[in-house]
Nanobody, 124 residues
């Protein structure tokens, strides 16, 4: 089993910055990617960003490209999401995800484990 613990959520003004962290523990052998997804009220969970664990290639949703940056700490199996130039529409619960083996890196189904979620609220 793998446990994911997210931190760093909160309230930020539009145009401001926030940094989310997600630390993985347990049986993380074979991780192929870690990612961030978000779910706003009344909407489906959507892909935000992901990083391939072996060589660090990153993927971003068009809505966050150029504003958000995903990075990783291999030794501690931790992933970060730096959110800059925050917008009101970034308000959502943000979920960290970890995939074992292989999968569709931008899809919910490509991940085996999920964090509990952390709330990000952007005030306009």
């Amino acid at each position: 089993q793998v446990q994911l613990v997210e931190s760093g959520g909160g309230l930020v003004q539009a145009g401001g910055s926030l940094r989310l962290s997600c630390a993985a523990s347990g049986r993380t052998f074979g991780v192929y990617a870690m990612g961030w997804f978000r779910q706003a009220p009344g909407k489906e969970r959507e892909f935000v960003a992901a990083i391939r664990w072996s060589y660090g290639r990153t993927y971003y949703a068009d809505s966050v490209k150029g504003r958000f940056t995903i990075s990783r700490d291999n030794a501690n199996v931790t992933v970060y999401l730096q959110m800059n130039s925050a917008k009101y529409e970034d308000t959502a619960v943000y979920y960290c995800a970890l995939g074992i083996g292989w999968g569709a890196i931008t899809d919910n189904g490509g991940y085996n484990y999920w964090g509990q979620g952390t709330q990000v609220t952007v005030s306009s």
